[in-house]
């Protein structure tokens, strides 16, 4: 059985400095690949509206909407491009600066979450938009980047923008055990060779209960994940589909090989590593200034905390339970 999620799932955000979250821009929470497939006709009729209200956005260069973030109306830039994927990695807000996909996945953590001001967060990114907005939120959050197999994991080199970049490579932290009490990775982890060792890592620096947010490359209708290549015994790499690569602020003009897409065996995996909670959420609400297909984002929960409260199972949300975008 799918769960999705009441329309009026609250955050439940103590810093100071934010207003409580509008209701949650989540339309469904699934735990497994056959709560999905049981959805699916349920899903098929949002995939339907959305292709009504992408038709209506040709020629429009914004659309107007509540922003999760900033609490407030606001304006997300469209791409010049159609289709529902180009939305993903647009929709910025002009308020946070932040795109569709970002906004989701930390919309959803706020909810989940519910960080405290100075609560202990690592982000495993640091010349990104997103760091410069939650550092600026919660200051006691670390970032991090991978700056090469020669360095040591929290070793910090001199930097003109940040004072001091940090490096940390997710398969060997740096942080004590049980030292962090969130965990946001955002589209890192298919650029492992291997993701298991990250995956016990998260949950040997998470503190018990502590929470995962995580977003990679996903495909609904696997079970297994899509491997598209290898590191050979020899140091290579071996391409087992036509390589894909992405973008990396690092190294923009080379960009960075995606070794997988991730199918619901993750779930799964976070299951068997430490997590006792996992779940994948699907974000989609046009009043948010989330549309095109869904973003999936995951929540975990590590081991040696009470399972997340399950949302209850309600009606459909009818279109006026939702903000409506602004097409003017
Ligand atoms: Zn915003």
Not at 18 to 43: K, N, V
Not at 89 to 101: A, K, T
Not at 145 to 171: F, I, K, Q
Request: hydrophobic share 40%; glycine share 8%.
């Amino acid at each position: 059985m799918y769960h999705q999620l009441e329309p009026g799932w609250h955050g439940l955000c103590e810093d100071a400095r934010m207003e409580p979250l509008p209701a949650l821009p989540c339309l469904a929470l699934f735990r497994s690949h056959r709560e999905y497939r049981d959805a699916r006709s349920w899903l098929a009729r949002y995939w339907e509206r959305d292709r009504l209200l992408r038709a209506r956005l040709f020629g429009k260069k914004s659309i107007e909407g509540l922003c999760a973030l900033c609490r407030k109306r606001c304006e997300f830039s469209l791409p010049a491009e159609e289709g529902a994927d180009a939305l993903r990695e647009s929709l910025h807000c002009r308020g946070c600066g932040l795109n569709n996909r970002l906004r989701a996945a930390i919309a959803l953590w706020l909810a989940y979450g519910g960080p405290k001001a100075h609560a202990r967060i690592y982000l495993s990114e640091q010349t990104t938009p997103l760091y410069a907005w939650l550092k600026c939120r919660f200051p006691d959050a670390i970032g991090s980047e991978y700056l090469g197999a020669e360095r040591m994991p929290g070793e910090c080199v001199p930097d003109p923008a940040l004072g001091a970049l940090r490096h940390e490579d997710l398969t060997r932290l740096s942080f004590a055990s049980e030292s962090i009490e969130h965990l946001l990775c955002f589209d890192v982890l298919e650029h492992l060779p291997q993701h298991l060792p990250a995956l016990r890592e998260f949950a040997r620096v998470l503190v018990p209960g502590g929470v995962l947010v995580l977003s990679a490359p996903f495909d609904c209708e696997r079970e297994d994940h899509e491997e598209r290549a290898r590191v050979a015994e020899d140091g290579r790499i071996e391409h087992l589909l036509p390589p894909i690569y992405h973008g990396d602020p690092l190294s923009p003009e080379r960009g960075i090989l995606c070794y997988r897409t991730y199918g619901w065996k993750l779930l799964e995996e976070l299951r068997e590593h430490g997590f006792s909670e996992s779940v994948l959420a699907l974000v989609w609400s046009p009043g948010h200034g989330h549309l095109g297909w869904p973003n999936l984002v995951l929540l975990a929960r590590r081991d040696g905390s009470p399972a997340l409260e399950q949302p209850s199972i309600g009606e459909i949300p009818g279109e006026h339970e939702m903000p409506a975008p602004l097409i003017a």
